[in-house]
Structure formats: structure tokens, C-alpha cells
């Protein structure tokens, strides 16, 4: 009875808690050498057409205060060990979501002496939105892509997009 | 029984729980009434609560260089100041929790604990943004303190007491905002100052310093110093309604009287720049301390020569 | 007075050092000279108030060839004088510093010390400000001989390293701003040191958004370029496709029919209208107004949606091809134009009396960041920033290009010199702007929007102007009739604006420092460059290092 109890207890604290954590994502937002494409995109989320304040969305300055990093652009020489830093200052859970196809792939900045490639070489994503710049519309479904994942009991990677070069004959 | 009464009192109704739940309430109402003036639809009903549980939730980093003692102290002092507070003042239109002659001036000093929390809480914390936040948040701190006592201390010269509730039970007669109207006005806008809401968020003011003296706070810390703010708002519009706007006396007028007041302060949110930190302290000494200070005066005299 | 007059006036200015002239092309006149009589010249120019140094080009001539060119482009007008030096590639040889004598300069001098090697005498600065602080030394991207191999990062001080704990070392305090920050959406690296509120001291470090993109578009063909380019920025993506459009056109000798010309300038307006209502938000938003920042955000939607039906995409339009347009303006297309503008006239002429009347707002603009006439001409200011001062600087005007000779922009100039001026010229300036996309919709010339274009393009230099929303875009293109561009090198106008709010930032508020940086709408993408320029003050700047080392010793006590 007892240990049922603490079961019940337990499952309750473990629902409130993701839904709280569904309900209020707070995302710090990173350029790491993009084109401002993303970056006007990802403002224009918060703005009266989008507005995602009230899905609990909020932009918020400190990566300690946050709980996603929404990171857009190739990564940089210079904006690299920054990125790393943003990251580690982020308390757990924390989640990543690479905006434009920069991000992802490097974009048409493949290969400049200047670029490191996708963020995902140096920091985990758990969310890919492709797009040159993807619509405000497209930041905010992979937001609810990433919302859906973490309903489960086992947030699940979502499949990193492959370049056509990639995939083998 | 008689044990029971006072913990009940202190930690579910009207104190405790129950205000927290209704400063989340007018958290909401605030952001809600913001983003509906910014053209928005704004949050849901529920966001302040489910921002609190996850940031509960959330890991919190302890940076390296404070004092951890005073890192996990202070969030709990700030919030148990606000609620203290609340025990003097006639929450929900209710007659105080407790009462002593002289407790305005307690509940006074209370209400800037939480003020005093966050300011240490940047100096503890000592990054560069911290700092000049928690700079910010004490020099404003001393701008507004003053204007917002003496604003307060109107009503109670007229009422002839120090108590909140004798305070309360003399303006349910006389709606001082009519006789005393610039008392309010300091009244109201040293809310606005005391709980850093636009224009007065030059200590957190996003596009300068991240978030001020809570830059470095996460998790729990944090959740606790929003809390603490939503009761310190709570209590706030409590005390000037009941100072300025007739008294309050009932749950109803509670409700009515401090949501007309909420109103008043989301508009003058949405509609005023940021003020820099110098324009703040200036506007407080040059105009809200010496308007007081007349108001004052005139009072004085009025009750002297006309008993 | 006519180009050929002005030309030949810099050549009678420029006589006494000159080597050798030539005209690349009817509106240029090159004049080539030797190293040490650099200074001398520029001063000629400058005595003679012939123009302003527009940008400072260098090249790789090769390996065979040994040599490195640098062209000091002075534009008056759509008159442009370029002085050329040949420098040996391999030797101590060095150019003479300028910036004592035109302070963005030194932006320019910093590029090609970086880029290409050049060694300038005279010039102090020493930290890196462009290429990532792990970048090797000796090792420059843009000559010919650069292979990525060279590039391996090596171990070095990074700029914003900083010391895990703030300490309050005497009466300085250094404030870092970015790279990441909520004032800026884009990543800029700054460091103001404060005495209280007040800023004494004022450095930046950009290159966290440099890609490389002037090396990329060597090996990239000439239509990959096209969108290479358009991604340098997306806030002003078609204006650089389309100067670059405008310069290789020139040099295959191509016109874009008339039709294609207008659309393009219908399209530059409509980005014109977005760039400036995206800045008033943001400036409101820097200045803690966030209700006009939702408002104007909700109105800049309306030209998003033009440009989404006329184009197909909201950002990096693609509108341009070499040699035309690739959409076209239906009758559909138009109405919705026409009414889109009729609203946004409206809303315009509100935010222009918000800007003016609203006493909080002018608290933080009216008199803030003042500059002079004077002193926009001294630090070369461009575009909407520098016509604040009263300085005519508009390449629409002054040098028509494309579909401007048929329909033309009146100029918007304010005197201040502060904030608000800057605030009141952008809007203004949309006005003018809606006035003219609404006249080039009703008189839309008939025909083709595209023509032939060689795949080769011939070989040659040729010099683009375009106005961008924040002022001066210079392209500066040079083919050797193959495949690929032989370079490319892009001045942006914010490169040229930075001097200034640097130099302006000491003396202010801490709280005015991102109104500031807002009020001339930086752009750090388009530059892609770095700089560092650190006024002495009575206060000492410490080094985070420095600082650091107090640091620990201050807390052993």
C-alpha cells in the first residue's frame, strides 16, 4: 500500500513536471556567424503576428535563465568556444534547436576557411529546422516537434537532415 | 486549536499558499493586459504557475565564487519578507491576519526586503552584469523608498493612526484619492518603481545588463525572487487601494479595486520608454518627493487649524 | 558639373604624384602612384575636397606577378578616382597609415592587414580583430597561394576570454556586450569600461559572423556568387545581389531590360520599407519601448507579404539574375502593392509623429549621440546615419543607377545629428520611397525581364555603388574573363558607421550605449569585418588578463 502510494506520487510529480516543462520553454538565442535571415525570422516569432507567448514561449537574455538554445548560422572560428560556453552555462534539462540550413549543414558557407560546419559537430541538437530561412511558421512547428518529444518517456533524437552528397550510392 | 489558527493563517489562507496563487493570478493579468495592449494575445491563464513548477524543476547552478549560504539564503529571505508583509494588510478585503499599532510602518520595511535580496544577490554573485544590476536596483531602491513612505503616510496622518487596519477602516468612508490625489499618483508609480516594471526597469533592463542581479540565478533561486515579486506586487496594490481608493472591504471590492489599479499600471507599462537610472532618481527627487512633501505640508495644516 | 569635368579636375589635383593614368571605365579615372607619396596624394584630394574615401580595395595580382595592389577608391559624385600602389608581395615594404589623416580608414587598413598581408607603418594596433583569435600567423586568407591546410588553428589568447568572476579594480569596470546578448540579435563582441554609468572607454571585436565569403566567391562561378552574395545579409539581401547583378552586368556589357531595372528598384523599396520598420522596433526596443517595437513589427508583416507574393520567399528573396529579374509584377501583384502601401503610408506618417511627440521616447533620443556635420564628413559616415548630420550622401542621387534615372528619390536630410534625427530621416525616407514604388507600379515599362548574359564573363574592373538601406554599398569586381570572379571585394556601410559610435559611446550612459549601436543600424553580417578602435581616457582599460591577474591578487590580501 505504502509503496504504492509513493508510486502514485511519484508518477503525479513526473506529470506536473513535463507538463511544466511543456507549457514554459524559455530559449536563449545564439548567432553563431548566420546571416540574419534566421535571426529577424526567430524575432518575428514574438511579434503580434506569431506571438508565442501564448504557447509559454519567451525569449529570454540569460542562458541561465534558459531552457532552449535556438542556434542559427555556420558555425564561426570565432563563435565556436562561445557556443560551447553558452551551452555549459545552461542549466539541465536543456534542449538545441538549429535553425536554417547553415546550421544544419553549413548551408552555401560549406567549406570557407572561416566555417566549422553544422552545430551539431559541436554541440547535441535535438531539433533540426531546414530552411533558407525557415518561415516563422516552420521555427514554431519544430518548437511543437520538440514539445512532442519530450511527452515521452524517453526524449527521442529526431534524424539529423543529410546532404545529398551524403547519401551513399 | 488556538496553535492551529496563526499556521494556518501564515502558510494557506489568506497568507501563504492562497497568495501565492493569487499573485500568479496577477502575474498573469498583468502579462495578459501587456501583450493585449502590444497587439497580442499573450499567455495562457496558467503561465506564471507552470514557469514556476519548471523552473522548480530545473537544475540550479551554483557559480563558484559566492557565498553559497548566502546564494540559497537570500531567494528565501526575499520571499519570506513578501509574505510576512502580507499578514498586515487586509488581503482579499479581509481584516488582518495579525495587527499592532505601528504595523504600517513594519509592513513598509517588509515590502523592500525583497528589494534589498535581489541587490545583495548581485553584489554576491559579483559578474560584471550582476553588479551594475544590483547597482542599478539599490540606487533606485533610494530614489523611490522615500516618495513611496511619505505617499503612504497621507492617509495615515488623516486617519490619526499607524495602523494598517484602523487605516483601512477610516477610509472606507473617505476615498482620499479625491482629497489627496497627488499621494496617489506617487502611491501608484512607486509600485510601478518598487516592483522594476517599465519604465522603471533600468536594474534588469534586458538591452543593457541581461537581467541584472539575477543574471547568474537559475532554477529555484530564481522561481523563488519572481514569486517573491508577484506576492510584493499583491500586497502593493492592497496597500494603496486600501490607502486611496475607499477602503477595502470584502473580497469583491478587493478583486475590483485592485485589478482597476492593475490596469492603471499595465497601460502606463506599455505605453512609457524605459527611463535611464539618472532620469529615474531625478524624476523621483525633483517631482514624486517634493510633491509628497507639499501634500504633506498642506495636510499638516489643515488637520492643525481645522480639528 | 559633369563626370569628365570632376575627372579631370583629380587629375590636375593628383598631377604631381602621378605615374601613370588610365579610365577603366567612363565614370573612373585611375591613377597610379608610388608608395611614399600616398599621404601626400590623399591630402591633395582631401585639401581639394574631392570626395570621400569610399573603400580600400586589395589584391593578390600572384604568384607570378609577385605583387600586391591596393586601390584607395575616393568617390564625388558618380565620379570615382582610385590611386593604385603595387607593393612587392614578399618584403618588409609597407603602406603609409591614412587613418591619422580619415579615421575609417583604419577600418579598411586593419582588412588588408589581415587579409592579405599588407604591413602598415604608423598603425598602433596590434590585437587581431577580424580572423579568429586560433588563426595562425603569417597566414593570409586572401592571397592566391592560401590553402585551408595552412589555417590549422593554433593555441592563442581569445579576445573575450573572460575571467570567471567580475572584480571592481579601482574605478574602472569593464562591461562586455556580446557576443552573445540580448541587445544584439547579431554577434559583435564589445567592451565598455564604466565609471558608474558612465562609459569611459569603448573597444569591439567583430568576425564572429566572418564566413569568408570574398575567398569563397573566387572559387564559386558567377551565378553561384549571385546567392552566395544575397546571404551576406538577410536584412538587405537584395541589395547585394543586386549590385553585384548591376557590376557583372557592366562587365559583360549587358543592360537588364527596363522592365527587370524597375522591379528591382521596386523590390530595393519594398526591402527598404522592411529594414527600416524592423530598425525603429528594434531601436524601441533597445530603449525599452517594447509596444511601439510589437507595433511596428505587426505593420513591417504587410511588406513581408509583398515580398512573399511578388518573390515567393520572405527573406533572401532571389529576385535577381544576372541579367534581369526572375518574377514578374502581375495585375494582381500590383493592387497588392498599391494597397499595402496605402496602409503603411498611414502607419509611417504615425510612427514619425511617435518619434517626435512622444516626450519619454525623445528622453532617450533628443540630444543623444550628436553628431556634427563636421564630424560625420570626418569619420566618413554613409546613409541614413550621415544624412541625420546633414551630410548629402545618397547614391540614389548622386550617382543614379539601374531604373533610378527614371524614377528618382528625393533626398531626406535632418540637421540634428542625434537620435531622434536618425529616427525621423528613416521614416521620412519611406515616405519618399512609397511615393516612388506606387509610381513605378502605375508606369511599369513593357518587355522582357531578362536578357542573354555570357556564361564568361570578360575580363575587366569595374566598380557597383548601390544604396542599402543603411547607406553606401560598394562592389568592387574584377574578372579575368573566366568562370569565377578573380575577387570580389564588398564594402558594407555599417564598416564605415562603427567609427563613429565608438568615438561617440565615451561621454554617454551606460543605458544610451545600445541606442547608440542601434541608432546606425548595424549590421554585423554585412561587415564581416573586425575592428578595434580604444580612446585613451583618463582611466586606465585593463585587459580581461589584467584584470584577472588584479583579480586574484586583490582576493589573496
Redesign the interface.
Known sequence: MNKNNEQFWKQIIKKVRTWARLNSIWA??????????????I??TL???YDVERFGIK???S?RHADVLIVT??V????R??LIR?YEQMPEPKFVISVGS?SISG???E?????GGSVDEVIPVDVYIPG??P?PEAIIDGIVQLLASLKGDEPRKMARPVNVEEIPA | MNTLTPLITLLIFPAGLTLILVGMFYEWVDRKLVAR????IGPRWFQPFADAVKLFAKEQIT???VNPYLFFGLPVAALAGALTSALYVPLMGLTPASNFPGDLIVTIYLLSLPTMCVGLAGWNN???????GATRTLTQLFAYEAPFLLALLGPALVAGSWQINTINRFTQDHWLILTQPVGFIVALIGLMGKLEL??F??PE??????AGALTEYSGRGLAMFKIGKSVELIVGLCLVASFYLGGLNGVPSFLFKTLILLLGMTMLQ??????????TVGLWWRFGAILVLAQLLVIILVKGFLP | MNIEQTLKDAEQFLAPWCKETFHPEVNRLDVAIQVDDLRAAVGALLAARWGYLSAVTGTDLGIEVGQLEALYHFCNGPAITSLRIHLPRESDACLPSIADIIPSASFFERELQEMLGFAFSGSKVSERLF?????PEKVY?LRAD?S?EQ?A?VAGR?A?ELP?????GGNT????IG?????L???GHFEFT?DG?IVTAAKMRL???????E??AE?RNWIQNL??FE?????C?HTHAMAYSLGVEKLAQVEAPPRAQAIRELIAGLERVHSHL?WL?VA????????L???S??D??TV?NLLEQITGN???YSANVLGGVKCDIGAEQAKAVKEGLTYLETRIRHYLEVVTT?A??L??TRGIGTISRDEAEKFGLLGPTARASGLSRDVRLEAPYGAYHHFPVSLVMETNGDLEARCVVRLKELLVSCFTMRTIVDNLPEGPLTTRMPRKIPAGETVSRIEAPRGELFYYIKSKGGENPARVHIRTPSLCNWVSVLEKAVGH??????MLIAGMDP???CNDRVVTVNRPSTNETWSWKQLREYGIEFYKR
Open positions: 536563449v538565442h545564439f548567432n553563431s556567424g548566420s546571416c540574419n535571415g534566421c535571426d529577424i525570422e524575432l518575428a511579434t503580434p503576428r525569449l529570454e537574455g542562458p548560422g555556420p564561426t572560428r570565432q563563435a568556444e562561445r553558452t547553415c548551408g552555401v558557407f567549406g570557407c576557411y572561416n566555417v533558407c530561412p518561415r | 495592449f502590444q497587439n497580442r557559480p563558484a565564487i559579483s559578474g560584471r552584469f550582476s553588479l551594475i517599465p519604465p526597469d533600468a533592463a534586458e538591452t543593457e545588463i541581461v506599455s505605453l512609457l520608454t524605459r527611463l535611464r537610472i539618472d532620469q | 580572423l579568429p583569435d586560433d588563426w586568407p592560401f585551408i589555417a588553428p581569445r573575450d570567471e568572476q567580475g572584480v571592481v569596470f569593464v562591461i562586455p557576443p552573445q546578448h540580448p541587445a540579435k547579431e554577434p564604466v554609468e568576425g564572429y559572423a566572418h564566413r569568408g565569403i575567398k569563397a572559387s546567392y552566395l546571404r551576406i545579409c538577410g536584412i539581401s524592423l522596433g524601441a526596443h533597445e530603449a525599452g519601448f517594447d509596444t517595437f510589437m507595433y513589427w505587426r513591417r508583416e513581408m520572405r527573406v533572401n512622444d519619454m521616447f528622453n532617450r550612459q551606460l543605458a544610451d550605449v545600445p549590421c554585423f553580417s
